[in-house]
């Protein structure tokens, strides 16, 4: 059977059982290889656009814009939405029963496989709303004293570094930032950024895994490794890595990790991962209280109470769809995307990229600018002209652009027009 037979039989299939979701070795069996490398370097399934538009029409996107803002959140594709209302249906059927008898195993069979998902022991992982509530989790719950220094960049994302300002004014510990390269010539520069900012006094290293700002993908292991060397622990906001980049958690050697599952796992909105170490897991105090669970049990961290459940049956198809597709495949794709497009500007004399060109060091996102031109009014003319939806980020001290994020649903003709929008843009702007 083809596979994109299979991923749309798939949906029905799913539909079928009680739950919605399939068995593993279901979808397992029958994933072809056809990871093939051409002669652009880039694998066979990347370049396959029937392949691709089958995908597209699993989404099945709004037709009146051209959605180039992936990057907020990834919509569920069909299969996994209806898992996730049709869940919604069940519970409200079984009530108070389910959460009784039945939602404490579900929740462990959805933990256990969101942990295999990560290459993590279950032990280690709990299931939040989000990346800010994961981060939150940890830098609020990390036991600093005044005086302790926490090193962050100068691109980190916003609610993290509010995290980390109020962690300052509450308990008086020292924030210390780096400025991590635009174009690194290698992942020592990098390395090297974050390394000078140590002192015996730091404690932590918060790390943005792939900067929401311009897609750059950070050395993280590397990072993690001397920091380690250092005594000095990493906290890493994957919430853009996660199910993009193609690793396990477990590669990465961290200690701390949050990540969204709504953004490339293309989970229902409202699911994020909490990823601890596990001698890491006694240290942290939970955001809310918990002394009922052993002190290394990660389940003091997600005392959150009444929750909507169906949503982790929609995450469970999530990963059959994800694992379907193939991390290294998915992600493989997401970086040919960026590419396609990109190359037309890289020795613009106007358009500036603000992400890497290496392909170790990027992912589906881009930032793009022209010289003199607000980011601002540049979206403007993109959405106005064009009807293409981007992030313009106008202000930031050294990462403005408009960010361009593709997803999994892109067609190639998207880009197309965003080449001759930008082309139009560089000449009239
Ligand atoms: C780097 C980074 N961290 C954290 C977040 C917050 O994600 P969420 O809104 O899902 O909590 C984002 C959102 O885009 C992000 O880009």
């Known amino acids: 059977m083809e596979r994109r037979d299979f991923l749309r039989r798939s949906a029905l299939g799913g539909a079928a059982l009680g739950t919605g979701l399939l068995s593993k070795s279901a979808w397992g069996e029958v994933l072809p290889k056809r990871f093939e490398r051409g002669v652009e370097g880039v694998s066979a399934l990347a370049r396959d656009e029937a392949f691709w538009r089958a995908r597209r029409r699993e989404f099945a996107p709004a037709p009146d ?91 980190d994302y916003g609610s993290m570094v509010e995290a980390l300002r109020q962690k300052q004014e509450r308990f008086g510990i020292v924030l210390k930032q780096t400025a991590v390269p635009l174009h690194p010539e290698s992942d020592e520069e990098v390395v090297a950024a974050f390394e000078q900012a140590i002192t015996p006094r730091t404690r932590a290293l918060h790390v943005t895994h792939m900067i929401n700002l311009t897609g750059h993908v950070l050395p993280v292991r590397k990072i993690c490794d001397m920091a380690h060397a250092r005594g000095v622990e990493v906290i890493v906001d994957s919430a853009h890595a996660f199910a993009h ?25 409202g699911l994020g991962m909490l990823y601890v170490k596990k001698e890491k897991i006694p240290k942290l105090w939970g955001l809310m209280g918990d002394t009922v669970r052993a002190d290394d049990d990660i389940r003091k961290l997600e005392r959150l109470g009444t929750r909507p459940y169906n949503h982790h049956r929609g995450l469970r198809e999530a990963i059959r769809y994800h694992e379907a597709i193939g991390a290294a495949e998915k992600y493989e794709r997401l970086r040919y995307l960026n590419t396609y497009w990109t190359q037309h500007f890289r020795d613009h004399e106007r358009v500036v990229l603000k992400t890497p060109a290496a392909s170790e060091r990027h992912g589906a996102i881009a930032n793009v600018g022209i010289e003199g031109v607000d980011p601002k009014v540049l979206g403007e003319f993109l959405y106005d002209r064009y009807s293409i939806l981007t992030a313009p980020i106008p202000n930031h001290p050294v990462a403005s652009g408009v960010r361009i994020t593709p997803g999994l649903p892109t067609p190639l003709r998207h880009l197309d027009r965003l080449v001759e929008a930008i082309d139009s843009a560089a000449k009239v702007l």
């Open 245 to 269: 980049v193609d690793y396990k958690v477990s590669d990465l050697d961290c200690d701390y990790l949050g990540t969204s599952l709504h953004k490339w796992l293309c989970s229902p909105v």
């Open 65 to 155: 814009f051209i959605n180039l803002e992936y990057g907020y959140f990834c919509p569920a594709p069909l299969p996994v939405l209806e898992a996730e209302q049709k869940g919604s249906s069940e519970i409200n059927a079984r009530a108070s029963y389910f959460m009784r008898r039945e939602m404490w195993d579900e929740m462990e069979t959805t933990r256990a496989e969101l942990a295999a998902l990560a290459g993590v022991d279950a032990g280690e992982v709990c299931i939040t709303r989000n990346t800010t509530e994961s981060m939150n989790i940890i830098v609020q719950g990390l036991d600093l004293e005044a005086g302790d220094e926490i090193v962050y960049s100068d691109q």
